[in-house]
């Protein structure tokens, strides 16, 4: 068994998190998941995005992981069908710009998504840290 050195925004606490974390990825494709909306594979590719975020917008993206999850519960209970099926129409064009290696243009447009989910499900931006609320407000 050979062990590779890993870069250094893939530390061992963010990878293991990514790897090993049951939502996989984040929790918007985790939520469509769920609802069958999503599959395995689509879970996975969504994977590069995580690491390409880790990478390149870390801040943004540690801050999603550990305070999204309120606003998709808010979704979860007050979103429509046709929300839903939106949502996950939306994540196909994601998934499309990700396998096209359309990685910096696929993340803008999820931390849009974010944007837009937190506004209209959590308007009274409840986060769990002042790092999070802090991301927030320098993604807007």
């Known amino acids: 068994v050979s062990l590779l050195e890993l870069p250094k925004h893939l530390n061992t606490w963010q990878y293991n998190s990514v790897l090993q974390n049951s939502q996989r990825s984040c929790w918007i494709t985790t939520y469509l998941h769920q609802e069958n ?4 594979q689509d879970l996975d ?3 590069n995005l995580t690491f390409y975020g880790l990478k390149n917008h870390p801040d943004f993206t540690q801050a999603y992981r550990s305070s999204f999850q309120p606003t998709m519960e808010s979704f979860k209970q007050k979103a ?3 929300e839903w099926l939106d949502l996950q129409s939306w994540s196909k064009h994601i998934l499309e710009q990700i396998k096209a290696n359309q990685l910096e243009e696929a993340f803008q447009e999820f931390k ?3 944007l837009q989910l937190t506004n209209q499900y959590n308007p009274d931006l409840q986060f769990d840290s002042i790092e999070a609320l802090d991301s927030y407000f320098s993604a807007v």
């Open 80 to 82: 429509s069908k046709d």
């Open 37 to 40: 909306l999503l599959t395995n």
């Open 45 to 47: 590719t969504f994977s």
């Open 112 to 114: 849009n998504k974010v």
